[in-house]
């Protein structure tokens, strides 16, 4: 008798919503199919554990701009804030850290940001972002293409 219960109340799956961070559970609501049974509800709603993110602690920050090259330690800094995450388990600032000079002596490439993308010209879009340190096979990594 179950059985034919079950199958007489389809529904059309929705879509899962967001996970709420302070039960750590997930919903989502499904709609009644046509021509199901007249018994069952016009909706149902699914409730579930919301699966832990692949990155252990989900921090979320906006990257700096390299500093300069320090000749006492020959190496540049940039300061992360942390923009989205959990304050307990998330630093509130972060720093990278690379050294200014290749092992063979020449200078490593150091960049600043990405500018937006430019208009499309012939079918292909490109974005910029200045080299601040470094030579000419720099040059190559500070552009990006895309189709557009």
């Known amino acids: ?30 709609r009644l199919k046509p021509n199901s049974a007249k018994f069952c509800a ?40 942390l923009v989205r995450g959990n304050a307990i388990r998330c630093k509130p600032t972060k720093e ?9 002596g020449t200078d490593r490439c150091f960049f600043g940001q990405w500018k937006d993308w430019e208009g499309c010209l012939n079918g292909v879009q490109k974005k910029h972002r200045e080299v601040l340190q470094g030579g000419q096979e720099c040059q190559k990594r500070a552009v990006r293409t895309r189709g557009c």
């Open 42 to 81: 016009q909706y149902r709603t699914l409730t579930k554990k919301c699966k832990r993110s692949r990155k252990r602690n989900s921090c979320k920050y906006k990257v700096g701009e390299w500093g300069p090259c320090v000749p006492t330690t020959q190496s540049r800094t940039k300061v992360m804030t």
């Open 1 to 30: 008798m179950q059985r034919s219960c079950r199958k007489s109340c389809q529904y059309r799956r929705g879509k899962w919503g967001r996970c709420n961070s302070s039960t750590g559970l997930i919903q989502r609501q499904d």
């Open 96 to 104: 990278i850290r690379r050294k200014c000079v290749r092992l063979d």
